[in-house]
């Protein structure tokens, strides 16, 4: 599994943007970059993915590097409800017919 | 819609025992995933069913088993406990891209 490298933790202020990164040097032409999250006593949440070109949902913004060896979770303007743990995943489809290989991901912290 | 469901919500068990935990998958989807989540640490991928067949396995010892009904929900089964099988069990669903996660099921083996 090509893997992913993200910063143990993050803060930011509350109503600011959010920028978390994540490294995947070893990603092959194929790998979609899906991004989940998880919040305090609950299962991991489907945030965004993306194959080449930027993407946008009503969550966030994902920016991905032109050699696509990184990428970028984007959330404008965060709240305190977005304090969870981020994870940066390669998978080789696009479909849910593969298993999710989650590293230790980025714990971010809003502050008020 | 109801989300992706697990029971029970919280179990305790003895070493030695074993345990069934249940899932019943968003409507419509045919993939149900399971992982365990140790405290601290991110998800790992136990096993994988499409349409009640096995479509992946993760690194897990034989003490864990689990298979999917016609209706799509599942089981997963675990034999002999141990005490570091004390873990968050998650279960997720699938139509396409993207899993729905279930709230989990906290198994505390003593």
């Known amino acids: 599994d090509a893997k992913t490298t993200q910063p143990n933790s993050m803060e930011s202020n509350e109503e600011e943007p959010v920028h978390l990164p994540c490294n995947h040097s070893?990603?092959?032409?194929?790998?979609?970059i899906h991004w989940y999250r998880q919040l305090p006593s609950q299962g991991p949440e489907y945030v965004i993915h993306?194959?080449?070109s930027n993407v946008n949902n009503r969550m966030a913004s994902l920016a991905i590097a032109e050699d696509r060896k990184s990428s970028t979770l984007i959330l404008h303007r965060a709240t305190l409800r977005d304090a969870a743990v981020y994870y940066c995943?390669?998978?080789?489809?696009?479909?849910?017919?593969?298993?999710?290989?989650f590293g230790t991901g980025t714990r971010l912290t809003i502050i008020p | 819609d109801a989300g992706v469901t697990q029971s029970p919500t919280h179990l305790i068990k003895t070493r030695g025992q074993h345990v069934t935990l249940r899932c019943s998958p968003i409507?419509?989807?045919?993939?149900v995933s399971w992982y365990q989540q140790v405290l601290g640490q991110g998800p790992q991928f136990i096993f994988q069913?499409?349409?009640?067949?096995?479509?992946g396995r993760g690194n897990f010892p034989d003490r864990f088993s689990a298979r999917q009904f016609p209706n799509y929900s599942s089981e997963l089964n675990v034999n002999a406990l141990l005490l570091g099988d004390s873990a968050l069990y998650l279960c997720?669903?699938?139509?396409?891209?993207?899993?729905?996660f279930g709230s989990g099921t906290r198994l505390t083996v003593v």
């Open positions: 069913y499409y349409e009640k067949e096995e479509r």
């Open positions: 995943i390669l998978m080789r489809s696009n479909f849910g017919n593969e298993k999710l290989t």
């Open positions: 409507s419509g989807h045919k993939s």
């Open positions: 997720a669903s699938s139509l396409g891209a993207g899993y729905t």
């Open positions: 993306g194959l080449t």
């Open positions: 070893t990603i092959s032409g194929t790998d979609y």
